[in-house]
């Protein structure tokens, strides 16, 4: 089984983690804080030009749960409860929000916390969940 690639970025309170392999390139993250997050830039994560409020506020935005974060002090390690709910992104993804414990083809079990985006167009090259590859084929629903 393949490691999955994970980064993390800090600002001594908070640290955001990126699992790449998640992202779907929706770019809100880009869009929202474009001082933290460019893609031209190495690292593309500048955590220290934004507050802790406001890449938490940005981090739950995140339509395919790349983007999560934790917070570093051990009397608040913050965690969110989401209530299930679904929802169908047009021309994209399943969305999932909450946490899920996704079983693949080959009976591995993995648990998934705040959004899972699942592919409906059938192109992604980590199925079950989205890529981005929708966009690439011009996937219309």
Known sequence: ?????KKEYT???LTIVWKP???????ICVKTLPKVFNPKAKPWIKIEN????????QILKCPSGALSYYMNDKENRETETLEIKVEVLENGPLLVYGTLNVVDKDGNSETKNKITAFCRCGHSD??????GNHAKVNFKS
Do not use: F, Q, R
């Not at 980590?126 to 890529?131: I, L, Q, R, T, V």
């Open 1 to 5: 089984m393949e490691k999955e690639i």
């Open 11 to 13: 600002n001594g309170e």
């Open 21 to 27: 392999k998640m992202c779907i390139h929706a770019a």
């Open 50 to 57: 934004a507050t802790t409020n406001e890449l938490k506020a």
């Open 126 to 131: 980590n199925k079950p969940y989205c890529d």
